[in-house]
């Protein structure tokens, strides 16, 4: 009797805990969804993962809340990500110098290739190559020719060791065979603004916080720092077309920590897609100078890999060290 009994209560707590599974997960998402961004407010990073999270958030009718977690050059919020619990309610926006340079500058609290899962490519940000209007050079061909009759004469600044800017300047002297000085700052804002002052000569920046100062005359574009021209500036060459070979394409990406289910980055990585097709949310970003661009996680995953061989290479050439 005792066996039947016991046999019964088992057989009704195995039908029943499916259900109860089903009651305390239900379909995805079902609370609240954190998005961490490594950077502080107002960047570019920030504003797209904003207008991803406000439209997601409109569409799953749970929200997706945006938090800044700077430091450690973007480190610091991405390791939280690679730490948090994979069940897919922590995101990273992450920017490619976190996955493509900082593991050849030090030592990371993670393994980008096995503790961060990719869930697909959100974004490219516009660089383009700016110079101080005092500057006599009004091409890339001109500025070429200028650093090579004034060899270690003129300053290119950087948001610090390792950054895009300072990347993209340092393949740019090799591809060129010229002598240009690293000035690293701390952050871009101070780099832009020195770049105003005359104090130094050219910097490779995101487009967003240049174009106000290009249309204004303050400063003067010579060449988009892509591989190819910007859909949105086909006026304006890229530095590949006067050195080729040099190209420095900054893309952002979203990401889970290792482990989440498919399902899940299946169904993000398809909203997001869908978000960033929304007429508004394409108006938005190409007022700022981003593009969207969306793709299969497979797909950043080659990025990564590809991106990650090449700018190690740079880094090595240069000898270029964290600060």
């Known amino acids: 009797m005792r066996t039947r009994l016991f046999l019964s209560f088992s ?27 490594p950077i502080t407010p107002g960047g570019s990073n920030d504003v797209l993962a ?18 800044n977690r700077p430091g450690a050059g973007m480190n610091l919020g991405a390791d939280t990500v690679a730490k948090s619990t994979p069940d897919g309610y922590t995101w990273l926006l992450g920017a490619n110098n976190i996955f493509v340079t900082n593991p050849h500058m030090g030592r990371m609290p993670f393994d980008v290739f096995k503790d961060l899962a990719p869930v697909t490519q959100v974004a490219t940000v516009p660089f383009v190559l700016v110079v101080n209007p005092s500057l006599p ?12 009759r004034n060899p270690g004469k003129l300053n ?24 240009t000085q690293h000035v690293p700052y701390k952050g871009a804002i101070p780099a832009i603004t020195d770049l105003l002052g005359g104090r130094i000569q050219f910097f490779i920046g995101a487009v967003n916080s240049l174009l106000p100062h290009i249309k204004d005359g303050k400063l003067r574009a010579l060449a988009g720092a892509g591989g190819q021209r ?9 530095m590949a077309e006067t050195v080729p070979g040099v190209a420095l394409d900054v893309w952002l990406g ?6 989440v289910p498919k399902d899940i980055v ?14 508004e949310v394409k108006a938005n970003l190409s007022a700022q100078g981003i593009e969207g661009v969306t793709g299969t996680p497979e797909a950043l995953a080659t990025t990564i890999r590809e991106d990650h061989a090449r700018w190690g290479k740079v880094i090595r050439e240069a000898n270029i060290k964290a600060d």
């Open 230 to 238: 910007f859909a949105a500036f086909p006026d304006l060459p890229a």
């Open 266 to 279: 299946s169904k993000v990585n398809a909203d997001i897609a869908r978000v960033l097709q929304l007429p």
């Open 156 to 179: 290119y600044g950087s948001s610090g060791n390792g950054s895009p800017q300072h990347l993209a300047s340092e393949m740019l002297n090799f591809g060129a065979g010229i002598q």
């Open 137 to 148: 050079a009004k091409n890339m061909t001109e500025l070429v020719d200028y650093a090579k």
């Open 254 to 259: 979203v990401f889970m920590p290792a482990g």
């Open 50 to 67: 904003r207008i991803i999270a406000q439209k997601l958030t409109e569409l799953w009718g749970q929200p997706v809340v945006v938090e």
């Open 11 to 37: 057989l009704a707590a195995a039908l029943l805990l499916p259900a109860l599974s089903s009651a305390q997960t239900g379909p995805y998402p079902n609370r609240p969804v954190k998005f961490i961004v």
